[in-house]
């Protein structure tokens, strides 16, 4: 493992922690500070889950790619830039009025730790163009299923984009409070499903082969599942955002489209039930 990824992986523990703490302090002292709950949220929603996904793409994505890594030195360069950035947005909020009084250090840290997102774009961007290498990266995990493989590049990538959507939505909230109770649905669940749950559905869609040795049970399925759980996303977030807030059309796109969605969880929880109860070949 190198020294960035390792760093990304402490990094997450280390903010792991510190919710826990800061979660503590909010049940102990019955405190009703909106700040520090959004601090908390953020503290493990950026500082541990991802940060971690950031430290599990860096190590994986060269292996399944065999391609070289392009540049140790912009991965160091993401991991001070979303370790500051961070840091400088949940501590100030754990003593902030927020949303009415928002200091500008955290303004300015939710911008840095948008660029580092920018940052690591272009990194695996440009591993991903770059020419395979002339002898092959070892691969401790085995082939996996090369059919799942395309398949589950599809979710990385889209999951990317819902990033880079929902992180400068965050940021914008900073700058302009007054839409916040209009759009924050809209950010929490474009981090949430788009980001980090099709995130993990594209890397276990990579690693479940891996593990038992056997093809995935149904690329079908999830192919399926991919455009479902798109389409629910995209949906509810458009009746969120266009909609009048709590009128019948609203209620109505968001029970239909939060069905897409349920349904799309449920045939990746058959389909990986499925691949993880085959024999081993």
């Known amino acids: 493992m190198r020294g960035f990824t390792l ?14 703490i800061l979660g503590i302090i909010f049940l102990v002292s019955g405190s009703s500070s909106y700040g520090l709950v959004v601090a908390i949220v953020h503290s493990f929603l950026l500082g541990f889950i991802t940060m971690i996904i950031f430290g599990v793409n860096y190590h994986i994505i060269p292996i399944f790619s065999g391609k070289d890594f392009y540049s140790p030195g912009l991965a160091y360069l993401h991991l001070v830039m979303a370790n500051l950035g961070i840091t400088g947005l949940v501590l100030p909020l754990i003593f902030s009025g927020y949303p009415s009084d928002i200091p500008v250090i955290v303004k300015l840290s939710s911008v840095l730790f948008a660029v580092s997102i920018l940052v690591f774009i272009y990194n695996m961007l440009r591993t991903f163009m770059s020419p395979p290498r002339t002898t092959p990266i070892y691969n401790p995990f085995g082939q996996g299923d090369k059919d799942a493989d395309k398949m589950a590049i599809r979710f990385t990538g889209i999951s990317i984009v819902y990033l880079l959507i929902g992180c400068p939505l965050g940021v914008m909230f900073l700058f302009l409070p007054h839409y916040i109770p209009y759009l924050r649905p809209v950010h929490a669940h474009i981090n949430l499903i788009g980001f980090v749950s099709i995130m993990i559905f594209g890397v276990s869609y990579h690693m479940f082969p891996r593990f038992t040795g056997s093809p995935i049970y149904s690329v079908p399925i999830g192919r ?30 968001l029970l239909t489209f939060g069905a897409v969605e349920a349904v799309a969880a449920v045939l990746y929880i058959y389909n990986s039930w499925k691949t993880l109860n085959q024999r081993y070949v």
């Open 224 to 253: 399926l599942q991919f455009y479902l759980a798109n389409l629910g996303l995209i949906g509810m977030a458009l009746s969120w955002w266009v909609f009048e807030k709590e009128s019948n059309v609203q209620h109505i796109g």
């Open 7 to 20: 760093g990304f992986i402490i990094s997450c523990l280390v903010y792991l922690i510190l919710t826990a």
